[in-house]
C-alpha cells in the first residue's frame, strides 16, 4: 500500500516541479526581452550621453556608485564607460561630502577658541547631530566601524551600506583629516563599483545568453 502511494504522489511531484520550471523559464524570457529593448535604445544615444547619465546618478548620494553601475550595465553602456563614469561621480561626491563636513568643523571651531577636551569630543556627537535624524543610525554605524577596524579599513566596509559621501562627511565632522578621507573615499568607490560590474555582468551573461 505504501508503495502505490509513493508512485501515485510521484507525478504530482514532478508537474510541480514542471510548473515551477515553467514559470521561472517563463519570467528569465520576460526579464531578458525587456532588458534587451533597454539596451537597444540606449544604443542609439551617444556614448558622451551615456557617460554623463551614469556619472550624474553616482553623484547622488541615495544612489552613488553601485546603484549607477548595476543601472549602467543593465542599460548597456560599455563596462569601461560604467566603471569609470560610476567610480568617478562617488568620487565627486566622496570630496564634496569630507570638504562640506570639514568646512562645518572648521567654523564651528573658530567660534568656540579656546577648546578644551570636552570641546573636542564634541565634534563627535556633532557629526551625528548634523546628519538628518533617518541617516543617524549610519551615522554611528560608521564611527563605531572606525573605532573597531581603523579609518581604511572602515571606510570600505561602510561604502558597501552607506553612500560614501555621507560616510566622508561624518568622519570629517568627526575630525579626521580631509585628504586622507577622499584617499579613501576613492578606493572604497573604485571597490564598490569594479564588484557590481564584475557581477552585473554575470548575472547579465547567464540572463542573455
Do not use: K
Not at 111 to 139: F, K
Amino acid at each position: 500500500m505504501m508503495i502505490n502511494d509513493t508512485v501515485a504522489t510521484a507525478p504530482d511531484t514532478a508537474s510541480v516541479v514542471s510548473a515551477v520550471s515553467g514559470v521561472a523559464s517563463a519570467v528569465s524570457s520576460a526579464v531578458s526581452g525587456v532588458i534587451s529593448d533597454l539596451q537597444h535604445q540606449v544604443d542609439a544615444l551617444p556614448p558622451v550621453l551615456q557617460f554623463v547619465a551614469v556619472f550624474v546618478l553616482a553623484v547622488v548620494p541615495v544612489i552613488e556608485g553601485d546603484i549607477a553601475a548595476g543601472i549602467g550595465m543593465v542599460a548597456g553602456v560599455d563596462w569601461e564607460f560604467t566603471f569609470v563614469a560610476a567610480a568617478g561621480g562617488t568620487a565627486l561626491a566622496a570630496w564634496a561630502g569630507a570638504l562640506w563636513g570639514s568646512r562645518i568643523t572648521e567654523r564651528r571651531r573658530s567660534r568656540t577658541l579656546p577648546r578644551d577636551d570636552a570641546g573636542a569630543a564634541a565634534d563627535t556627537e556633532d557629526a551625528v547631530d548634523v546628519v538628518p535624524s533617518r541617516r543617524r543610525a549610519a551615522a554611528d554605524r560608521i564611527l563605531a566601524r572606525v573605532d573597531r577596524y581603523g579609518l581604511g579599513p572602515a571606510m570600505v566596509l561602510c561604502g558597501f551600506v552607506s553612500p560614501v559621501g555621507l560616510n566622508t562627511f561624518v568622519l570629517a565632522m568627526a575630525g579626521f583629516d580631509r585628504r586622507r578621507l577622499v584617499v579613501w573615499g576613492v578606493v572604497s568607490a573604485v571597490l564598490n563599483v569594479g564588484i557590481v560590474v564584475a557581477g552585473t555582468t554575470g548575472v547579465l551573461h547567464l540572463l542573455l545568453h
